[in-house]
């Protein structure tokens, strides 16, 4: 079981995996990698946006290919496909979403070997809630090899949650972003250092992001961030930069952050 939708059909706008399968002059038969190997087939007005003068020299057979589901023929087992509707952000993203699916049935299986279960058990439990909880699977076990206890926090529970967090910590690796900011803080009051430092207590670790302050020269601080995106690293720099900032005005100093220098 490798998706499940792998024995269904796809939706018309998506975009499949496909293993070329035979090339003719008119277009080029190819199977569904995630619908059971269920055939699909690409006119050869639809293999390249450019005049195609030789089919061979833009799809060849036994090739992994990103294909666009134009249309879908469900009594007559029709699957009309599309190469040259597919551009390269989506062609790469596509095929790290396959990979990463496919890894995260092999940590599933793994998981369910441990709790004496078939894979297909595992994903009927809790494998289809995790990856409509947090778009797939692979980002569930992602999540639980950054943050052991997000499956708690988010309500989850069950014999199987200290399986899935030791297999995702034992074969996944956290990725990380890193970003830095400033932060330029100053008091001119007797207690001035206390207030400084009050004022940068406010930078913190979070669940999801560690952060690390270095003094630079008064009144300059650099303020370094990981997370596992940057969308979340910006958030929290934001957020505790301006608490920061908050603290030392309360206190009669003054302060400003930005990004970069």
Same mark, same amino acid.
């Given at each position: 079981?490798?998706?499940?939708?792998?024995?269904?059909? /796809?939706?018309?706008?998506?975009?499949?995996?496909?293993?070329?399968? &035979?090339?003719?002059?008119?277009?080029? @038969?190819? &199977?569904?990698?995630? *619908?059971?190997?269920?055939?699909?087939?690409?006119?050869?007005?639809?293999?390249?946006?450019?005049?195609?003068?030789?089919?061979?020299?833009?799809?060849?057979?036994?090739?992994?290919?990103?294909?666009?589901?134009?249309?879908?023929?469900?009594?007559?087992?029709?699957?009309d496909l599309s190469l040259k509707q597919v551009n390269e952000h989506q062609k790469r993203e596509k095929l790290q979403a396959w990979k990463n699916q496919k890894k995260a049935d092999k940590l599933l299986d793994i998981v369910a070997d441990r709790l004496g279960k078939d894979l297909e058990e595992c994903y009927e439990d809790f494998g289809f809630e995790l990856s409509d909880t947090y778009g797939s699977l692979y980002k569930?076990?992602?999540?639980?090899? @950054?943050? /052991?206890?997000?499956?708690?926090?988010?309500? @989850?529970?069950?014999?199987? &949650?200290?399986?899935?967090v030791e297999v995702a910590q034992?074969?996944?690796? /956290?990725? *990380?972003v890193s970003i830095q900011g400033f932060v330029e803080i100053s008091s001119t009051n007797p207690d001035?250092?206390?207030?400084?430092?009050?004022s940068l207590s406010a930078f913190e670790d979070t669940e999801k992001s560690k952060v690390e302050v270095n003094y630079i020269a008064a009144p300059k601080y650099r303020v370094e961030i990981q997370s596992q995106d940057y969308k979340i690293a910006e958030e929290v720099f934001e957020e505790q930069a301006q608490q920061a900032?908050?603290?030392?005005?309360?206190?009669?100093g003054d302060g400003k952050y930005y990004r970069e220098e």
């Open positions: 079981m490798s998706s499940a939708d792998e024995y269904g059909w /796809p939706s018309e706008g998506e975009l499949v995996i496909c293993n070329v399968k &035979t090339v003719k002059d008119f277009g080029s @038969f190819l &199977t569904l990698e995630e *619908y059971g190997g269920k055939e699909g087939f690409v006119h050869i007005s639809e293999i390249s946006s450019g005049w195609v003068k030789r089919i061979e020299d833009h799809i060849q057979e036994g090739e992994k290919r990103v294909c666009k589901v134009l249309r879908v023929d469900k009594s007559k087992g029709h699957i569930a076990f992602e999540e639980a090899s @950054f943050n /052991p206890e997000f499956l708690e926090e988010d309500g @989850f529970e069950g014999e199987w &949650t200290d399986h899935f034992e074969n996944i690796s /956290p990725s *990380y001035g250092i206390e207030d400084i430092n009050y900032i908050d603290r030392i005005k309360e206190r009669g």
